[in-house]
């Protein structure tokens, strides 16, 4: 039984691993991408806001900004919640390993490695994020 526990538990740790790498890297991707579209119709909408007034490059560049907000924050909880996973099933994991005395041969610092990878991925995201954000914006109000 406690093997069947063991296996559960690290193919859930493999899966929370998987699903952080795909969002970290789906909002980077993303926001690089909102970052060049935004980009272009910031510059776009100073070019042409002196003479008249072009509302379709505004709602662009408004859904786009919102879609990036989103995103990035969609990406935050879910590695948050991803992190919590973690934790929990090397909690439990390190109980099994005390249980069955090879506790021992657990390299310590494991979570600290965890947290580190998880700070990493939540800067990352979050600071795309903000640059897809505040560069766009940045472009408009300077000019």
């Not at 042409?48 to 995103?71: A, K, T």
Request: one cysteine or more; aromatic letters at 8%.
């Amino acid at each position: 039984m406690i093997e069947g526990i063991h296996k559960h538990l690290l193919t859930e740790l493999d899966r929370a691993g998987r699903a952080d790498t795909i969002f970290v890297l789906s909002g980077i991707g993303f926001n690089l991408l909102v970052l060049a579209i935004n980009w272009a119709q910031a510059g776009d909408i100073t070019r042409r806001y002196v003479g008249h007034n072009n509302i379709d490059n505004i709602i662009i560049f408004i859904i786009f900004l919102l879609g990036s907000v989103i995103v990035t924050t969609s990406c935050l909880l879910i590695l948050r919640n991803n992190k919590n996973i973690c934790y929990q099933c090397h909690t439990a994991l390190l109980k099994i390993y005390a249980d069955t005395d090879v506790e021992k041969y657990m390299p310590s610092g494991m979570t600290t490695l965890g947290n580190k990878r998880f700070n990493l991925s939540v800067i990352v995201v979050a600071g795309t994020g903000l640059i897809a954000v505040i560069v766009p914006l940045v472009v408009i109000f300077a000019k």
